[in-house]
C-alpha cells in the first residue's frame, strides 16, 4: 500500500462523516441562500426604495405641439418621461390623481404640480419650450438658428476631481479587501476547530490508539487537515458557484473587477492558511485530553491569527509598504491575513506575493513536521501536557 | 514469528520493560500474564511502534517491524476506541482498508466477522448505540477484519457475559488454527488456560515464566496435593517436608509439595489420620504458577 492511500482514507472518512451531518448541510445551504439573497438584494432592492422611477405628465391639446420637444429634451436629460394627453378639466387635482400624473401642461407657459414642485420636470419643460421657441427668436434678431445657438453657447469651464478617481477607486479595493480578512479569519477560525475537535474527540474515545496501531501520526494528521481543506472547498465551490449562477441569472447585478481578483486571491491565502493553522490547530488539539479543553488549547494558535486580523485592519490599510506591513504580510503565521489587504491598500508586488506564498508551504512543511512530534508525543497521553513536554517526548 | 529481544521503557523513575524477552509462533496462542503495571500493555503497544523504547526490538521473522509489517497485525487495545457515531459495518470497512483490503475484499469481511460474532443485525447502527458487550464485539470484529498474521488482543474479555467469552474465544482460536500468531493478556486465568498453548508471565517488565503451558506445569518444582474428608482437619501433612497449606477449608485441604513427592504415600498418611473422600496430586494450574512466579 502506498504511503498516501491511508491519507486519503482518512481524509475520505472526514469528509463523508461531516457531508452527513446536518450542521454541514445548513451551514452550507445557509452561506448559498446568503450568496443568492445578497445578489437578489442587489437586483430590486434599488426598484424598491426608488418611489417612482416614471414620471408621468399630462399635455393639453394646447400644448401638444410640445410634445416632440419634450421627448428629445427628456431623452437627454437621461429621464423616463411618459407623456399622457389630457382634456382640460375643471379639477385639475383630480385629473392629476386619475391619470396618476406628476404634472400637467395646461398651455406652453403653463405647467401645473400637485402639490410641490419636481425641478427635473419642470427644467424638462422650460428647455424644450425654449427649443421650441429658438427659430421663432433667432428670425426676430436676423440670425440664423445655428447663429443663436452660438451666441446662448455656454462657456466650458473645466471640471477636475479633488480626489484623484483611481484613489477612489482603492477605498473600493481596500474595501473588498477587508472584507476578505474578516470572512479569511472567520473560515480559518472554523475549519480549526474541525479540526481541533476532531482530534480530542479521536483522544478522549481512544480511537486514536487503534489507529496509529496502523497509520502513522503525520499520515493520520495529513488526512485530517485535508479532509477537512476538502470539506471547506465544497463550501467554498458551493459559495462561488451560487455567485455565478446569481450572476447570471441577476443580470443588473456586475461585480467590480477588483473583487473578482479579490476573491480568487482570498480563496488561495485561505487554502494556504488552512494548510498551516489547520496542522497547529491539530497539534495543540493532541495536547488536550476532554472536549472541555479545547478553547484553552487553541490559544496558542489564536493569538498570532488574532494578532494579524487586527493588524491587517488597523494598521496595513494607511501603511501598505510600512516595514511592520512588510514583515507581517511576509511571515508565514500573518501572511494570509495581512497581504490581502496590504494588496487591496496599494502595497505588496508580485514578487512579494510569490515570496509568501513560497515561504508559507515552506513553513507548512515545517509545521506539518513539528506538529507530527507534538502529536505523536502528547496523543496517547492521558493528561494534558504541554507542547514542549510533547515534543520531547516524541524524541525521547 | 514475532520475537521481543530484552524491550526495556522507563517513564521517568518507573521502569516499564526491563530486558523482557519472548516469543509468538505463527499459529501458537500465548497467554500473557502479569499483575497490573506488570508492563504488559507497554510490552504490546511497542509492537505497534506506539511506544518509544529505551533499548531492545521487536521482530517479525527476524526484521524489525515496521508500518508495512504491522499492518498485517491486529490490535484490540485495552482502552477500546471506536468512532461512536460511525455504523458498525463502514467503522469496520474503514480499519479493513488502513490495513490494506480494497473496497470489495473490506466490505466482504466486514459482513463476515459481523455475521460471525452476532452483529449482522447491526450493521447499520452507530456504535454509541450498542451495548458494552456488542461494542467490544465490533472492536474485535475491527481487528480482525482482514487476515492478520497476528493478533495482539489486550483483556479482549474483560467485561463480556460467559456467552459473549465463548463465541470470542472461539473465534480467536479459529484464527490461530489458521495461522495467525495470538498474544492476548487476560486476569482470567482459567479462561486463559483453557485457550492458550504457551504463557508467558511478566512482573516488574520482566519475564519471569514462559514455554508452552504443559511444559512449565511439568517442570514446576511444586505439585498439588487436595484432599477432601475428615483427614483434612488432621495435620498429617507435616511428616512432609516442605509440604504448605495454600487452601483450607472445613472438609478440604489444598496443600503445595515438592514435585518428587510420591502420591501413594501422601494418600497414605492422609488416610491413615482419617476418612478420605476425595484425592487429587497434578502439577500446578495456571494459577498456581501465577502465583508462584510473581511472588519470587
Redo the contacts between chains.
Keep these: 500500500m502506498s504511503r498516501w492511500r491511508p491519507v486519503w482514507l482518512v481524509a475520505r472518512r472526514e469528509i463523508l462523516t461531516r457531508l452527513r451531518t446536518r450542521s454541514y448541510q445548513l451551514s452550507t445551504a445557509a452561506v448559498v441562500l446568503l450568496v443568492i439573497g445578497g445578489m437578489a438584494a442587489g437586483q430590486w432592492l434599488p426598484d424598491l426604495f426608488d418611489e417612482d422611477p416614471e414620471q408621468r405628465m399630462g399635455v393639453v391639446s394646447a400644448a401638444v405641439p410640445l410634445k416632440d420637444k419634450l421627448r428629445e429634451v427628456a431623452a437627454a436629460f437621461g429621464e423616463n418621461v411618459v407623456l399622457v394627453d389630457v382634456t382640460p378639466g375643471d379639477d385639475l387635482a383630480k385629473t392629476m390623481e386619475r391619470e396618476d400624473l406628476d404634472a400637467i401642461l395646461v398651455e406652453p407657459d403653463r405647467l401645473v404640480f400637485e402639490a410641490a414642485v419636481d425641478a427635473t420636470l419642470h427644467a424638462i419643460v422650460v428647455q424644450a419650450a425654449f427649443e421650441a421657441a429658438l427659430p421663432e427668436r433667432a428670425t426676430s434678431l436676423g440670425l440664423s438658428v445655428e447663429e443663436a445657438r452660438k451666441l446662448i453657447e455656454p462657456v466650458a469651464i473645466r471640471v477636475e476631481l479633488a480626489v484623484p478617481e483611481d484613489e477612489d477607486e482603492d477605498d473600493d479595493l481596500w474595501g473588498v479587501g477587508s472584507v476578505a480578512t474578516v470572512v479569511l479569519l472567520m473560515a480559518m477560525s472554523l475549519y480549526g476547530q474541525w479540526v481541533l475537535v476532531g482530534v480530542i474527540e479521536e483522544k478522549s474515545n481512544r480511537v486514536v490508539e487503534v489507529l496509529l496501531a496502523v497509520v502513522r501520526p503525520w499520515q493520520l494528521l495529513t488526512g485530517k487537515v485535508l479532509g477537512i481543506l476538502g470539506l471547506a472547498i465544497i463550501q467554498i465551490g458551493a459559495t462561488l458557484s451560487a455567485l455565478a449562477v446569481s450572476l447570471v441569472v441577476f443580470e443588473d447585478v456586475t461585480l467590480p473587477e477588483v473583487a473578482v481578483t479579490a476573491i480568487a486571491m482570498a480563496v488561495l491565502w485561505l487554502v494556504l492558511g488552512l494548510l498551516l493553522y489547520n496542522f497547529m490547530y491539530a497539534a495543540v488539539g493532541a495536547t488536550a485530553t476532554r472536549p472541555e479543553d479545547a478553547s484553552s488549547a487553541m490559544a496558542p494558535v489564536l493569538a498570532p491569527m488574532m494578532m494579524a486580523y487586527f493588524v491587517a485592519l488597523i494598521y496595513v490599510p494607511e501603511n501598505p509598504d510600512a516595514l511592520a506591513s512588510r514583515a507581517l504580510s511576509l511571515f508565514p503565521l500573518t501572511a494570509p491575513l495581512v497581504m490581502p489587504v496590504r494588496i487591496a491598500s496599494g502595497g505588496g508586488s508580485a514578487i512579494e506575493v510569490i515570496l509568501a506564498v513560497g515561504g508559507m508551504i515552506a513553513a507548512t512543511v515545517g509545521v506539518i513536521w513539528l506538529a507530527s512530534h507534538i502529536y505523536t508525543g502528547a496523543i496517547l497521553q492521558t493528561q494534558r501536557i504541554g507542547l514542549l513536554a510533547a515534543f520531547r517526548r516524541s524524541r525521547a | 514469528m514475532l520475537r521481543f529481544e530484552r524491550l526495556t521503557k522507563r517513564y521517568g523513575d518507573v521502569v516499564a520493560l526491563d530486558g523482557a524477552s519472548l516469543a509468538v509462533a505463527s499459529g501458537r496462542m500465548v497467554g500473557f500474564l502479569g499483575p497490573n503495571g506488570s508492563g504488559k500493555t507497554t510490552a504490546m503497544?511497542s509492537i505497534?511502534?506506539?511506544v518509544?523504547l529505551d533499548e531492545g526490538r521487536v521482530l517479525w521473522d527476524g526484521q524489525p517491524v515496521e508500518?508495512?509489517v504491522?499492518?498485517r497485525?491486529g490490535?484490540m487495545?485495552e482502552?477500546?476506541?471506536?468512532?461512536?457515531?460511525?455504523p458498525v459495518r463502514e467503522q469496520v470497512e474503514?480499519?479493513a482498508?488502513?490495513?490494506?483490503a480494497d473496497r470489495t475484499a473490506a466490505r466482504r469481511q466486514a459482513e463476515h466477522w459481523l455475521g460471525v460474532l452476532g452483529l449482522s443485525d447491526r450493521v447499520d447502527s452507530r456504535v454509541e448505540t450498542l451495548s458494552h458487550g456488542n461494542q467490544q464485539r465490533v472492536q474485535l470484529a475491527?481487528s480482525l477484519a482482514f487476515e492478520s498474521d497476528l493478533l495482539v488482543l489486550d483483556e479482549p474479555f474483560s467485561g463480556l457475559d460467559p456467552l459473549a467469552v465463548r463465541t470470542m474465544g472461539d473465534v480467536i482460536r479459529q484464527e490461530a488454527a489458521r495461522g495467525a500468531g495470538v498474544l492476548f493478556s487476560s486476569h482470567q486465568l482459567d479462561l486463559v488456560e483453557d485457550l492458550c498453548d504457551d504463557v508467558v508471565i511478566i512482573d516488574h517488565g520482566r519475564v519471569v515464566l514462559s514455554g508452552p503451558l504443559e511444559d512449565v506445569r511439568s517442570a514446576s518444582p511444586h505439585r498439588y496435593v487436595e484432599v477432601r474428608g475428615e483427614a483434612a482437619a488432621e495435620p498429617w501433612h507435616r511428616a512432609f517436608a516442605g509440604a504448605e497449606v495454600v487452601e483450607e477449608h472445613q472438609r478440604s485441604v489444598r496443600l503445595r509439595v515438592d514435585a518428587k513427592s510420591d502420591p501413594g504415600a501422601i494418600l497414605a498418611a492422609a488416610s491413615a489420620a482419617g476418612h478420605v473422600d476425595g484425592f487429587r496430586f497434578e502439577p500446578p494450574s495456571l494459577a498456581d504458577l501465577f502465583v508462584e512466579a510473581v511472588r519470587r
Excluded: C, D, E, I
Excluded at chain 2, 482502552?79 to 461512536?84: F, I, N, Q, T, V
Excluded at chain 2, 482498508?97 to 490494506?100: E, K
Design positions: 503497544r505497534f511502534g506506539l518509544r508500518g508495512s504491522a499492518r497485525f490490535y487495545p482502552s477500546r476506541g471506536l468512532y461512536p457515531k460511525m474503514y480499519f482498508m488502513l490495513h490494506g475491527v
